[in-house]
C-alpha cells in the first residue's frame, strides 16, 4: 500500500514538474506563429499576404506587428487586443476582403504577450502601451492620423492613444472596453496566482493577463482628467449581457467622452464578453462606417 501510494506521489510530481516545465518555457502560449498567419488567411480566403515587423519602443521592447495591405493611399488601423490574447484576436478582420479594400489593417503583440519581446513580462502601465502603439503608427503612417480599435483591456490601451496623442488619432472603435475604474473587480485569487510558487505553474500569457488586470484601477483613475483630450469621433459596442465586463463600461465612457464631436453607441442585446469574435459583422459594419466617414 506504501509503496502504491509512494508511486503516486511520485507520478503526481513529475507530471507537475512536466507542467511546470511546458508553461515556463512557453507552452499555451496563445499566439500564432508568422508561418500560421499565412496558413490561416490563405485558408480564409484573404488574396493578399500579410508583413511582419518589429517596431522598437522607446523603452527597448520590440513590438511584433502583423499588416495587410500596405497601399500607403488607404487610412491606417491599429487594432490592440484584449489580456489574455495576441495579434490573432483580430485574424478573422485582416482576413476580411471588404476591410482591406478600404484600410491597411494592424494588429500587434501588445507587450507581454505573443511574439512581442518578453513574453510574460506584463506592462501595467496604460501610457506605456499607448506608447507602444505610437510607435507603431510613427512607423507605419507617419504624420497621419489612424483609426484605433480595442476589444476589452485594448479599450483602454486606445482610449489612453487618443488622450496622449490626439492630433494623431482619427476616431476609435470601442468593443467591450474596460474603461471605468469602478467597475474594476478585484477577486480573492488574483493575489493568490500572482506570486510563486502558484504563479510558476499558471501558463504565462494567464499570468501577464493577471499582472495588468491588478493595477487597471489605478491606472483607468490616471485617466480620469484626461477624457475632455478627446476630440475624435467614438463608436462603443457593448452587450448587454457582458458579464465579464459590464455594459455600464459604456456608460461611463458616454458621460466623459464631453468633447467627442461624433459618439455612436452600439448596445446589443444579444451577445456575451467575446461579441469581437461572435458579432464580428456589427464590428466590421461599424468601422467600415467610421472609414467612410473619413
Known sequence: MRKCLRKMVYGLLVLLLAWTIAVQFGCFAMRTSDADWIKKLQKKGQPLSP????VKTENGRNIHVVTINAADSLPLVVMSHGSPGASDAFIDYLADTILTRKARLVT????????????GKPEPSLEAQAASVHAIAKQLAPGQKIILVGHSLGGPVIVRFAMDYPAQTAGLVIVAGSVDPRQEEHPWWQTVIDVPPVKWIIPKALWTSNAE??????????????????????????AIDDQLVPVGNADFAQKMLINCPNLK???????????LW?????????????????
Open 265 to 275: 453607441l452600439d448596445i446589443l442585446r444579444d451577445g456575451d464578453h467575446f461579441i
Open 51 to 54: 508583413h511582419f515587423l518589429d
Open 108 to 119: 500587434y503583440d501588445r507587450p507581454g504577450f505573443g511574439y512581442t519581446t518578453g513574453f
Open 213 to 238: 488586470i491588478i493595477p487597471l484601477e489605478k491606472e483607468l483613475e490616471k485617466m480620469l482628467p484626461l477624457w475632455p483630450k478627446i476630440t475624435c469621433p467614438v463608436t462603443i459596442i457593448h
Open 278 to 294: 461572435s458579432r464580428k459583422e456589427i464590428v466590421i459594419r461599424n468601422l467600415v462606417q467610421m472609414l467612410e466617414s473619413e
